[in-house]
Structure formats: C-alpha cells, structure tokens
C-alpha cells in the first residue's frame, strides 16, 4: 500500500468507530427511552460473551495429549476460586491467566 492508500485506510477506520461510538447517542439521545429489547440485550450479552470465550478457550485442549488439560483445569479452578472470593471479574480473569502462563511456561 502506498502512504496514501494507509492514510486514507486509518481515516476511513477511525470515522467508523467515531460514528460507532455516537451512534447509540444520536439514535437514544435527547431523553428518548431505551427499548426494552437493547436492554435485555445489555444484560444477557456480556455473560454470552464470557461463555463463548471460555468455550472459544477450552475447545482445542487435548485430554489425551499431555499434560491432559491440567493448565486450563487448573487455571479454570483458580478463576472460581477468585470470583468466589473476590466478586470481581478483573482480577480473576488477571489471575487465571498469570496462573495458566505460569504453569504453561514453567511447569509443563
């Protein structure tokens, strides 16, 4: 690509996500109320999401290959463990994944 080509690329990328970022205030703005169907969406989609990632995350690990999925399931584990304790989606997301690179870099 040449320098034009990049720059009208990034120019053309950062107007969509501007205008991905104003939409919801230009479509909701101005007092109107949220249908209730956006707010459904906004209250089942992140646990979705988090599902599909860990389904996403879990789908090539091999249980007959070592080390038989003992990284995942121990890192899985841990995340339990810390949102138990914690309530806190951040650090148990932080934890399980220094634990797993941890075990994977490390241990086996």
């Given at each position: 690509m040449s320098n034009?080509?990049?720059?009208?690329t990034?120019?053309?990328?950062s107007a969509?996500?501007v205008?991905l970022?104003?939409?919801p205030?230009?479509?909701?703005?101005k007092?109107r109320?949220?249908?209730?169907?956006?707010?459904?969406?906004g209250k089942v989609?992140?646990?979705?999401?988090?599902?599909?990632?860990?389904v996403f995350c879990?789908?090539?690990?091999?249980l007959?290959?070592?080390p038989h999925?003992?990284?995942?399931l121990?890192a899985?584990?841990?995340?339990?463990?810390?949102?138990?304790?914690f309530?806190?989606t951040l650090?148990s997301?932080l934890?399980?994944?220094?634990?797993y690179?941890?075990?994977?870099?490390?241990?086996f």
């Amino acid at each position: 690509m040449s320098n034009l080509q990049m720059g009208l690329t990034v120019a053309v990328i950062s107007a969509v996500t501007v205008l991905l970022r104003f939409l919801p205030f230009l479509i909701f703005g101005k007092g109107r109320k949220t249908p209730a169907f956006i707010t459904y969406l906004g209250k089942v989609l992140p646990y979705a999401i988090m599902g599909m990632l860990v389904v996403f995350c879990l789908k090539n690990v091999s249980l007959l290959a070592a080390p038989h999925g003992l990284p995942e399931l121990i890192a899985c584990a841990l995340v339990i463990v810390l949102h138990v304790l914690f309530r806190n989606t951040l650090v148990s997301i932080l934890g399980g994944t220094a634990v797993y690179m941890l075990l994977v870099q490390l241990v086996f």
